[in-house]
């Protein structure tokens, strides 16, 4: 098996989750069933919506610490920070499961022409191309709505996971003219419920943790 290291901390409560995800999609029996995991939970990453510049420096001394400490190969619990996939890459010498892609080829798969995104405006950039590169079509919120799903981000960052979150997102989710949607950001799945949509929801960290578990396991 390979050792997997996880760059995470963005934010920490999604970085549990994505790690309860690794573990769910591993077929054990027992402890030495399940793949080895370095994770590096930095809450100390500048905000890679405000202060981006300054956090490229962080994830790649971050990756390359995790190469020393004897990870195989990568993975990014956060979508935004795939921004810096060429950086991270590049200081570590390591491989990367990237997240976005197996997230757009999830959408193609499902038969998706036209694939929404809930994410930070650079993960939708990063997912808008990426869709474009299929042939698939990306559906993206305007403007007001953009700020309220950044709004809604920050509340669960903070720890509120409450009704009103739940609503809010399940309401900009409702809203989108798709045939599938992408939670294109780790907190997304925190409080939206695939029940709560008619259409299907593609969750990027359950999606990457699945392939991580594939890839370590060969």
Known sequence: MKSLGVLGG?????????????????????????????????????????????????????????????????????????????????????????????????????????????????????YSARLAGLGLEPVVLDEAHQARFMELVYRIKAGDLGQDVRDGMAGLAAGMDAEALIAGCTEVPLVLDPAALSIPLLDAGALLAARCVAVCSQ
């Open 10 to 126: 963005m934010g920490p409560a999604a970085t549990l989750d994505f790690l309860a995800r690794l573990q769910a999609a591993t077929p054990a029996t027992r402890d030495q069933d399940h793949i080895r995991v370095l994770v590096d939970i930095n809450p100390h990453i500048p905000d890679r919506n405000t202060d981006s510049a300054a956090a490229g420096p962080v994830l790649g001394k971050m990756a390359a610490g995790l190469a020393g400490a004897g990870a195989e190969v990568l993975a990014i619990a956060c979508n935004t920070a795939h921004a810096y996939a060429d950086l991270i890459r590049e200081a570590s010498g390591l491989p990367l499961i990237d997240m976005i892609d197996i997230a757009c080829e999830a959408a193609s798969d499902v038969g998706a022409r036209r694939v929404g995104v809930l994410g930070t405006p650079t993960a939708v950039a990063l």
